[in-house]
């Protein structure tokens, strides 16, 4: 039951480059979708989320883009750093309630070299 | 920056013992919310808690599993008789609204061992 799918496990980015992490969904339901990134020992911290109405939101370095035809929404982070280093959760929620469970992606470890 | 905060860090626990897991959520929040972390697993929720009552549970959350809220700061997740299986880290999160794209904030989680 992978309702929530980012295939790739890792990803290696130089520095100042861009970093695209991509996630599919399979549920035309689903609300809302978040990033969360998270270091080793540390609990995941929210980066940026949109409307399942939306199919673009920005906040400093990282957008996030939605198609929802193709049930994919990407993360782009411009440019990366090697702070950014870390695992990316893609999580969606299913219906507008509160309350509700998050639904993750498996994460995928971005690794950025200077 | 407030933050969810989670005791113990990691907790060793026989077989069939009892454990305890203590969040402590941002204070102005609502919701709050166990999810688990098998190792190499994806981040499952367990169960969510307003107004003192459990909102949504998930498959996972079966009568082995308790969640309290024992006073106006804590959060306790309860496993009654521990399984080898139950070795996950444990994250306590929390929300405060009541729309669902308030995000919700996760503490560092419990690393809890069952031996």
């Known amino acids: 039951d992978q309702q929530v799918k980012q295939n790739s496990p890792s990803l290696s980015v130089q520095e100042g480059r861009i970093s695209i992490l991509n996630c599919d969904y399979t549920n035309s339901m689903f609300d809302y979708f978040l990033w969360y990134k998270k270091y080793p020992a540390e609990g995941p911290t929210f980066l940026i989320s949109?409307?399942?109405?939306?199919d673009k939101n920005e906040d400093g370095r990282f957008t996030v883009f939605l198609n929802k035809s193709a049930k994919h929404l990407s993360l782009h982070i411009v440019p990366s750093q090697p702070g950014d280093s870390a695992v990316y959760f893609c999580?969606?929620?299913?219906?507008?309630?509160?309350?509700?469970?998050?639904?993750f992606g498996k994460g995928t470890t971005l690794s950025v070299s200077s | 920056e407030p933050e969810v905060t989670q005791t113990p860090s990691h907790q060793v626990t026989q077989m069939g013992q009892e454990v305890i897991l203590r969040c402590v959520p941002i204070s102005n929040h609502l919701y709050f919310y166990w999810y688990r972390q098998i190792l190499g697993q994806k981040v499952e929720f367990l169960v969510s808690?307003?107004?003192?009552?459990?909102?949504?549970k998930s498959e996972i959350f079966d009568d082995q599993f308790s969640v309290e809220r024992p006073d106006g700061s804590n959060f306790t997740l309860k496993i009654r008789s521990t399984k080898l299986e139950d070795s996950a880290m444990y994250f306590c999160?929390?929300?405060?609204?009541?729309?669902?794209?308030?995000?919700?904030?996760f503490g560092d989680g419990t690393r809890l061992s069952i031996l």
């Open positions: 999580a969606a929620i299913p219906r507008a309630q509160a309350g509700t469970a998050l639904i």
């Open positions: 949109i409307s399942s109405i939306k």
């Open positions: 808690f307003y107004n003192n009552e459990i909102s949504e």
């Open positions: 999160a929390s929300s405060w609204d009541s729309y669902s794209n308030q995000p919700q904030h």
